[in-house]
């Protein structure tokens, strides 16, 4: 197996990732142009509506037509989003639709980028869970400098509004051609029943979905709500402290990560747990950060959530490998992908929930909401596995035979 065909398809995860968070860092700039606080984050929750949905249908099309159609479906769709936000400046609609497309792209590279690039590097030969470790490092590196390079070209660049998305379409253009060469690991003719076994099993259940919307829900708190609480006191800067944000959020998940593998045991979920042992401890420090409205304690919380981010998501696929049968792997990454990005609409529920409590009263209780997942997991950490991975995890097939 090529290492060109590996880098092929983790450029197009890469990219998806891109072009699905180079909105985040705007929402200032958007704020500023005169939309309401609540139009800003049901914008950043728009592509929800389109990434959910289309994390379960890519996956389970990729198991009937194959891994590398669906894939180049996905960037197409981010190239389309891209131009649809760049004609925002002739109304809301246009920026909404391209909220929605940009997420049926983030959709496929997290559900059929995944799982193309976990085929490809098991079949090269890899360790079992290279593909997965190296598909969420790509995800999570794409979501930060795409963040960051829009971030910069609308405080300094020219037409602030289109440049950044413009930007990223070149960028997807330039990526096409090399996924076109990458081959399929999805034969024809494979078995397509039975894709989501996979989420009754009692792991999934009460270790994976008590964890998995707060992979973006972190984030979210981080990098969508700080900024609009505490992003005026820095004034002019505003944007700019917003873009460091979410690029400091991703990037310590970033660095977390291999930190990931490391701590994941097969006989325990003790990384899905030591990720949410951060997590209350990230939305309390966001809490005090709101209550005395520090710029500079914002920070040391969206660090903190982007370590139990980064945590949270690799060791959230390892345990979805363990999990999964070989013909559920593309199906169960769709389900546990649109489980994470529930998270995302927390901003526009507590938008909604402000009239009722102030933020700082909020955060507290999504610290209590934290905490009573933890202590779900820790219940149920050391659930047992599937037979056949007990047997001989090591051994586990990724990859379909032929």
């Known amino acids: 197996m090529r290492n060109g065909s590996i880098t092929a398809v983790l450029a197009a995860i890469f990219v998806c990732a891109w072009g699905g968070n180079q909105f985040t860092p705007l929402l200032v700039m958007y704020r500023d142009a005169g939309y309401s606080a609540l139009t800003v984050n049901a914008l950043l929750g728009a592509y929800v509506v389109g990434l959910v949905p289309g994390l379960l249908l890519a996956g389970t099309s990729a198991g009937r037509f194959g891994r590398r159609p669906v894939a180049l479906a996905g960037v197409l769709a981010s190239l389309i989003a891209s131009l649809l936000l ?15 497309v940009t997420g049926f792209g983030v959709a496929v590279a997290m559900a059929v980028g995944t799982t193309w690039a976990t085929e490809l590097c098991f079949r090269s030969g890899a360790d079992p869970g290279t593909g997965a470790r190296w598909a969420a490092l790509c995800l999570t590196a794409g979501f930060a400098l795409g963040a960051a390079v829009a971030g910069g070209l609308a405080q300094w660049g020219p037409a602030p509004m289109v440049t950044p998305y413009l930007v990223h379409a070149l960028l997807t253009l330039a990526i096409l ?5 990458a081959p399929e690991t999805r034969p024809l003719g494979s078995p397509t029943r039975g894709q989501f076994g996979g989420l009754r099993h009692p792991r999934f259940r009460r270790v994976i979905m008590p964890m998995a919307p707060w992979i973006f829900g972190s984030a979210a708190v981080a990098y969508a709500i700080m900024p609009q609480l505490v992003g005026d006191r820095v004034g002019r800067w505003s944007l700019l402290y917003s873009t460091a944000l979410t690029v400091g959020t991703l990037v310590a998940g970033t660095l977390v990560q291999p930190l990931a593998k490391r701590l994941d045991r097969t006989s325990s979920a003790r990384a899905v747990l030591v990720s949410m042992m951060l997590m209350p401890l990230g939305l309390l420090v966001s809490m005090f950060a709101a209550i005395v409205r520090s710029p ?22 390892l345990e979805l490998q363990r999990l999964a049968a070989p013909h559920e792997l593309a199906a169960l990454t769709g389900a546990y992908y649109a489980l994470a990005y529930l998270g995302f609409l927390l901003p526009s529920l507590l938008s909604l929930l402000n009239s009722v409590a102030g933020y700082p009263v909020l955060l507290g209780g999504l610290v209590l909401v934290a905490l009573s997942g933890t202590a779900m997991i820790l219940c149920h950490s050391r659930t047992h596995l599937p037979a056949r991975v007990a047997a001989d995890v090591t051994d586990k097939e990724l990859a379909p035979a032929g």
Do not use: D, H, K, N
Request: net charge positive; glycine share 16%.
């Open 86 to 100: 760049a004609a925002g400046t002739f109304g809301v609609g246009w920026i909404a639709a391209g909220r929605l």
């Open 177 to 181: 051609p090399f996924l076109f060469r």
């Open 296 to 317: 500079a304690l914002a920070l040391v919380a969206a660090i903190a959530l982007g370590c139990a981010y980064g945590i949270a998501l690799v060791s959230g696929l």
